[in-house]
């Protein structure tokens, strides 16, 4: 088990930057998630921590080692693709041995085939596929080939395990099932890993820590818990969550103490501390599911007047889209309980407490904090 440091890791192709000056430590044993969307640089970052990428710039460290270039048999990473990339004329038992046999381990032959054997065993029953060990790839189901994909990373005792989205060729019952074995492997195991995924939820279910990357940079690094409640800019809020925060970018007016945003949202008065002047404008952000009756909310944060155009019944609950503004019609959608009785054409105010208002910078899309306020005028 290894600490991984990326410091200030750059990866140009030509003229263009694809992973751009990224830094990150990752402890020992750590579950960390790299998530964001198609193109922004998660294979190539993960590419670089296996050896496979060269690195352009910056410096990779497993524990105090640098590591840029060591080639990638030598980092003792253990890797899984989403294509399983499987020996197609092996049997199970062989894909998994494969990688121990080549490593050239010490001791006699007869003692090094019987631990190998063994080895092949042990993680044949971990990851239940012991009665497929002398079938062929194209013998077995997606689920049961991705476990020998995780079998045969798992079997070298990778100091980092890497992943790049395992998950994302199966359906989604079997998705389920192996991201419960991957975490309980996790639990088990404590082996250092990064992981790849653009699937939120996912990551947020796996992750001791989330890294949200867009074109190439990170944007944030928290708990999943912190990616969530406090993001820290306007793609983090509306990349997390399902559907993304409502972000509505609207002129602020303070009167007498009031705070309203446009011509339908009201703020509590403890949010004037983070506007600074009548007339600026603003990024209000409320998830679908922080919106509640007006009546049902002690402490609202956030009143707001909701026109909804569809509802959507979705079982456990239902779904409104609508608009919000009348002079800047802004889009809406809330998560409502499934006994709500608004319909399509309701004219609803609905309110959010005010923990679960978010507040950003119109120009930068960054997150406007009480913390920073309160060190801006200290
Ligand atoms: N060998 C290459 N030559 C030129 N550009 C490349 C190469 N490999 C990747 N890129 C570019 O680098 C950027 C990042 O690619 P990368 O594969 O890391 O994205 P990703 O975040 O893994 O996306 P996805 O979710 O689609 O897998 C993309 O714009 C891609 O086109
Ligand atoms: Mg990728």
Same mark, same amino acid.
């Given at each position: 088990m290894a600490r991984v440091g990326i410091e200030k890791l750059v990866k140009t192709y030509g003229e263009e930057t694809v992973v751009d000056h990224v830094t990150l430590g990752i402890e020992e044993g750590e579950f960390v998630v790299l998530l964001g969307p198609s193109g922004c640089g998660k294979t190539t970052t993960l590419r670089m921590i296996a050896g496979l990428e060269d690195i352009t710039g910056g410096t990779l460290t497993f524990d105090d080692t640098v590591m840029n270039n060591v080639p990638p048999d030598r980092r003792?990473?253990?890797?899984?693709?989403?294509?399983?990339?499987?020996?197609?004329?092996?049997?199970?038992?062989?894909?998994?041995?494969?990688?121990?046999?080549?490593?050239?381990?010490?001791?006699?032959?007869?003692? %090094?085939?019987?631990?190998?054997?063994?080895?092949?065993?042990?993680?044949?029953?971990?990851?239940?596929?012991?009665?497929?060990?002398?079938?062929?790839p194209k013998q077995l189901s997606g689920g049961q080939r991705q476990r020998v994909a995780l079998g045969r990373a798992l079997i070298r005792q990778p100091s980092v395990f890497l992943m790049d989205e395992p998950l994302s060729n199966l359906d989604a019952n079997l998705r389920d099932r192996v991201r419960m074995?991957?975490?309980?492997?996790?639990?088990?195991?404590?082996?250092?890993?990064?992981?790849?995924?653009?699937?939120?939820?996912?990551?947020?279910t796996l992750a001791d820590r989330v890294v949200v990357m867009n074109e190439g940079k990170i944007c944030q690094v928290g708990t999943p818990a912190e990616v969530y409640d406090l993001p820290a800019d306007t793609f983090v809020a509306h990349f997390i969550g399902t559907p993304g925060?409502? /972000?509505?970018?609207?002129?602020?007016?303070?009167?007498?103490?009031?705070?309203?945003?446009?011509?339908? %949202?009201?703020?509590?008065?403890?949010?004037?501390? /983070?506007?600074?002047?009548?007339?600026?404008?603003?990024?209000?952000?409320?998830?679908?599911?922080?919106?509640?009756? %007006?009546?049902?909310?002690?402490?609202?944060?956030?009143?707001?007047?909701?026109?909804?155009?569809?509802?959507?019944?979705?079982?456990?609950?239902?779904?409104?889209?609508?608009?919000?503004?009348?002079?800047?019609?802004?889009? %809406?959608?809330?998560?409502?309980?499934?006994?709500?009785?608004?319909?399509?054409?309701?004219?609803?105010?609905?309110?959010?407490?005010?923990?679960?208002?978010?507040?950003?910078?119109?120009?930068?899309?960054?997150?406007?904090?009480?913390?920073?306020?309160?060190?801006?005028?200290?």
């Open positions: 003792n990473v253990g890797m899984v693709f989403q294509n399983y990339a499987l020996y197609p004329h092996m049997t199970v038992a062989e894909n998994l041995s494969f990688g121990l046999l080549s490593q050239r381990r010490p001791g006699r032959r007869r003692d %090094v085939r019987r631990e190998i054997r063994n080895l092949v065993s042990q993680t044949a029953e971990l990851l239940e596929i012991e009665h497929v060990l002398d079938h062929r074995e991957l975490a309980r492997l996790h639990d088990r195991f404590q082996v250092t890993t990064v992981y790849v995924t653009h699937d939120q939820g996912e990551a947020l925060m409502n /972000l509505w970018t609207l002129p602020c007016e303070h009167r007498a103490g009031e705070i309203s945003l446009g011509d339908s %949202v009201e703020l509590s008065r403890e949010f004037g501390l /983070l506007l600074d002047a009548s007339g600026e404008r603003v990024t209000l952000g409320i998830r679908p599911e922080h919106f509640a009756p %007006v009546d049902d909310v002690k402490h609202p944060g956030a009143v707001v007047t909701i026109r909804l155009e569809l509802v959507e019944h979705l079982g456990s609950h239902l779904l409104g889209h609508g608009h919000v503004g009348e002079a800047e019609k802004q889009p %809406v959608v809330v998560r409502l309980d499934a006994s709500s009785p608004l319909r399509q054409g309701d004219i609803a105010r609905l309110a959010t407490p005010a923990r679960s208002v978010h507040l950003f910078d119109a120009e930068s899309g960054s997150r406007l904090d009480f913390r920073d306020r309160a060190l801006a005028t200290a």
